[in-house]
Structures are given as structure tokens and as C-alpha cells.
């Protein structure tokens, strides 16, 4: 049987969408406490909703362009679903990443519990968005011949995937750079 064969949990999307606003900014201020300076208040969610402005439109093209694209408005509410899914993760990690960050008298402890953070719920994300993406291509409407999840679409979501998060590992470095000087 497969992973996606039973239906994923449901949860409001209004409360999770805020989460996933909120959660980067709350990790901002951590890391702008530390830091003695306001920029990573916004340079974090620049840099969360930044990269996936910027690379989701890719996905889409890529997918299209291998002819295993799911209509438009799915990949858009899958988009929103992942982003509820990080929302929620991130939220459940602030707890933590705060008290492991402000406990410690090491900056790099900062930096460390902050990156877990954002990072688990990145992961997790992505991993939503590509469950989403996998149950949108099935039955696009009665009638219709499904269109199946393949090694090419798999392929274009994970190199998307890597893309994505090496741009955002960047970004993040150079976050890192001024919080940790």
C-alpha cells in the first residue's frame, strides 16, 4: 500500500498560514536578540518567503515541461498547504530553539538552534509540499485518466528541492555571518 494512499490530516489553514508567517519572525527576534541588532528580524522571513517566491515558479515550469503538471490552482494550494505544514512545525520549535539560544552564553548556539529550527520545519515542508504536489495528480477530474507520479517528476521536484535549499543555505550563511560577528 502506498505512503499516499490514505488522506492526510486536516488542519485550518488561516491559523497555520499565520503560524508560517509569524514562526520566521519569531526566530528573527531570537537571533536579533543575540545579536544586538534588529536586521534578522527581517532578514529571515526575507529569506524563508524570499526563496520560495522566488524558485516556486520553477517547479511549475519544470514540471510542465516534462508534462506532469498538476493544474495551476492545485500546485498553489499545495504551495499553501506546505506552507501551513512549516508554519505548524516551526511553531512547535520555537520553545526549544529559544531557550537552547537564550540559555547559552555562545552565539554559535544562536545560530545552531535557530537553523534546527527553521531547518526541520523546512524539511517537513517539503515533504508536505511533495505529498500535496503526488495526490494532486491523481484524478484531476472525473473521467479523467490520472496522471501518475514518475521518476521524471520525481527527479524535477527533488533537483528543485536541492536548488532550493542550497539558495536558501546561502542566504542563511550570510544571516549567520552577522549574527555570529
Known sequence: MSAFAE??????????????????????????IRAETASPLLAV????????AATS???YIASAAT????PLGAV???????????????????LPAAF?????VDTVMTFAAASAAVGAAAFL?????????VSSRKDPYPGATSIKPSLTSSTVFF????????????????LAAEVLS
Open 125 to 133: 515542508g517539503l515533504r508536505r509540499l511533495a505529498t500535496e504536489l
Open 57 to 59: 515558479p520553477a517547479l
Open 76 to 94: 498553489v494550494r499545495a504551495f499553501g498547504v506546505a506552507l501551513g505544514a512549516f508554519g505548524i512545525a516551526l511553531a512547535g520549535l520555537l
Open 7 to 32: 488522506p492526510l490530516p486536516y488542519y485550518p489553514r488561516g491559523p497555520a498560514l499565520a503560524l508560517a508567517a509569524l514562526g520566521p519572525v519569531a526566530i528573527g527576534a531570537i537571533m536579533a
Open 45 to 52: 522571513p526575507a529569506v524563508v518567503f524570499g526563496v520560495v
Open 100 to 104: 537552547l539560544a537564550l540559555s547559552s
Open 159 to 174: 533537483v528543485w528541492a536541492a536548488a532550493t535549499i542550497g539558495i536558501a543555505g546561502r542566504l542563511w550563511w550570510d
Open 67 to 70: 508534462g506532469a503538471a498538476p
